[in-house]
């Protein structure tokens, strides 16, 4: 699953301001993602954007980070001792990719976020996230 960011082509508010806002996957408003407790899920973040060095991308559920595990960066794999469980966090500058696998551990749901340096969110995608299958892992 790619998750990527982009410019959106917005126009000026009334006072002529840009606002600050982000696309991903093409959409202002993506679907939302459906997610199963215990399936690992691959993910590709792509910061494709034309003015948001640093984007950030983050999952979270109740405003605090899940984990995830990074796997690799700009399409290399990352070292063994690098793929560690972490907070689901990752800033990326223009043009940059971020492989991670999330395996989401309880039913609920969760927000994909894209934030600027400042902490400004400007893209948002749901997570929602339901029981293991009967018979699965």
């Known amino acids: 699953l790619s998750v990527v960011a982009s410019s959106a082509r917005i126009k000026t508010d009334s006072t002529g301001v840009i606002p600050?806002?982000?696309m991903l996957n093409g959409s202002l408003a993506p679907a939302a993602l459906s997610w199963r407790v215990g399936t690992r899920y691959r993910m590709r973040f792509i910061n494709m954007t034309t003015g948001m060095p640093g984007l950030?991308?983050?999952i979270v559920e109740n405003d605090k980070p899940v984990q995830w595990r990074p796997l690799a960066k700009d399409g290399a794999d990352l070292p063994v001792a690098r793929q560690t469980m972490q907070a689901a966090r990752q800033r990326l500058t223009i043009g940059?990719?971020?492989?991670?696998?999330?395996?989401?551990?309880?039913v609920g749901d969760q927000r994909l976020l894209a934030r600027l340096n400042d902490g400004t969110v400007v893209a948002t995608m749901q997570v929602h996230v339901s029981a293991a299958r009967i018979g699965s892992p």
């Open 20 to 22: 600050k806002i982000a």
């Open 56 to 58: 950030r991308f983050e």
């Open 96 to 106: 940059e990719t971020a492989d991670v696998e999330i395996a989401p551990e309880h």
